[in-house]
């Protein structure tokens, strides 16, 4: 399986795109949460100019941050930097929607927006709306600014449910999820996507981001250099479940009796409840950031376990073959407390 990873933007981002260039990586990710995490169009060219082999992606960006020219031209700009090695994932903006205190957009409007970025960016014309006003628009670009020659990778987002999977399907693009370690969800997925494919022989490439803690002898499974490990994954989750709760509790009613009580807990330590109408200011600061260690208790072993991959190097290399066998093709992480080594320790696992 190959390996890639996801970070926010930050100052040096670039020396580490170079890092994972060095260490055979696969591709190399930034998220895109304008309110939570710096621009990825800007981080990723400072990445394109330090790099000349990794796959460079956007994870993930939405109709519901930026209209299609624009996203499209920030991708084929990347591209012009880059040729060949821009990857865009693309979803509803559940996150980044949530952390402006708002619903993520429709599959409808997300399948509109991927279809016309695939006709922007390679050269083509597409339809352009704003409000009953309707045009037809395309680069207008002269000389070497942007590049509709190399093609652009396009994987959408879904979590466990068809509709984005058929987005895909639709659209002919990947797919990318996030802390999803079921085997059988990923086999839902894959069908759903092959269902309402025109093309049945091809199979775009799958993306799995997960987080990853290799164990060393003797070490506890969820002691604390575990729970900092992972805890990014298991807190957005309960960020999202004490969002949701008063709103769309389906999710939350799914949690276990103490899954339900960290939801809780999390709400009082932020100082919210599941209807103020500005608790995404409090839920959602240093998203997928490392854990302050007073929230280590929030980390449930089941939560890791089911998100996160930690285990010995055999253990791990054994949940890894089964998500390869479920058509995972890539495994990206989300390293928060040490991105050099963790990076290294996922590249040597897997070589």
Same mark, same amino acid.
């Given at each position: 399986m190959r390996a890639g990873v996801v970070v926010g933007a930050h100052p040096g981002v670039a020396d580490l795109a170079v890092r994972a260039e060095e260490l055979g990586l696969h591709s190399f990710w930034i998220n895109d949460t304008p309110m939570v995490h710096g621009d990825p169009f800007v981080a990723l060219s400072l990445c394109a100019k330090a790099t000349s082999r990794i796959k460079l992606g956007i994870a993930v960006t939405s109709p519901a941050l930026r209209s299609a020219p624009a996203a499209a031209s920030g991708l084929a700009s990347l591209n012009a930097l880059a040729p060949g090695r821009i990857v865009c994932g693309v979803g509803t903006g559940n996150t980044a929607r949530r952390t402006l205190g708002m619903r993520p957009t429709t599959a409808a409007r997300l399948e509109s927006f991927t279809a016309a970025l695939q006709e922007l960016c390679a050269g083509r014309s597409t339809e352009y709306r704003e409000g009953d006003r309707v045009r037809d628009v395309r680069f207008l670009h002269a000389g070497a600014q942007v590049n509709t020659t190399d093609p652009i990778e396009f994987v959408v987002a879904a979590l466990a449910g068809p509709k984005a999977a058929a987005v895909a399907g639709r659209r002919g693009t990947g797919l990318i999820s996030f802390g999803l370690l079921d085997p059988t969800a990923w086999h839902a997925l894959h069908e759903a996507r092959r269902h309402a494919s025109q093309d049945a022989t091809r199979t775009p490439d799958s993306y799995l981001v997960t987080a990853l803690h290799?164990?060393?002898?003797?070490?506890?499974?969820?002691?604390?250099?575990?729970?900092?490990?992972?805890?990014?994954?298991?807190?957005?989750?309960?960020?999202?479940?004490?969002? &949701?709760?008063?709103?769309?509790?389906?999710?939350?009613?799914?949690?276990?009796?103490?899954?339900?009580?960290?939801?809780?807990?999390?709400?009082?330590?932020?100082? &919210?409840?599941? &209807?103020?109408?500005?608790?995404? &200011?409090?839920?959602?600061?240093?998203?997928?950031?490392r854990i302050a260690a007073d929230d280590r208790d929030l980390v449930l072993p089941s939560l890791m376990n089911a998100l996160a991959l930690v285990g010995t190097r055999d253990e791990l290399l054994a949940r890894i073959a089964i998500l390869e066998q479920a058509g995972i093709d890539e495994l990206l992480i989300q390293p928060v407390v040490d991105p050099p080594t963790e990076m290294a320790r996922l590249a040597e696992l897997l070589r």
């Open positions: 290799l164990l060393d002898e003797g070490e506890d499974p969820h002691g604390d250099a575990a729970r900092d490990a992972t805890g990014h994954l298991v807190l957005s989750l309960l960020a999202f479940a004490a969002d &949701t709760a008063a709103e769309t509790p389906a999710f939350a009613d799914q949690l276990g009796p103490a899954e339900r009580e960290a939801v809780r807990r999390l709400l009082d330590r932020r100082g &919210t409840t599941p &209807t103020a109408p500005d608790r995404h &200011t409090k839920l959602y600061p240093d998203y997928l950031g």
